[in-house]
């Protein structure tokens, strides 16, 4: 049966937690291989963007908060 899910497309939270996991730098070969395999390389793109975007947003928010905080 993991077998069966491995031949097929990925779906949303597989790509949210394939893309996550890229993005810190500990995917799994079997999924990176699926991804590569079976993924549609845009999702991908867009998926990375996104989480790229929120990640600034969020390093931006607390380098404010934290400025606030000090008086800066």
Not at 49 to 55: A, D
């Amino acid at each position: 049966m993991n077998d069966q899910q491995n031949e097929q497309k990925p779906g949303f939270w597989q790509i949210v937690f394939s893309t996550l996991a890229a993005f810190l730098g500990v995917q799994s070969n079997k999924n990176r291989e699926r991804d590569f395999k079976h993924g549609n390389i845009y999702v991908y793109i867009v998926s990375g963007l996104i989480f790229t975007t929120v990640f600034i947003f969020c390093v931006i928010t607390v380098v404010r908060l934290v400025l606030q905080s000090r008086g800066l």
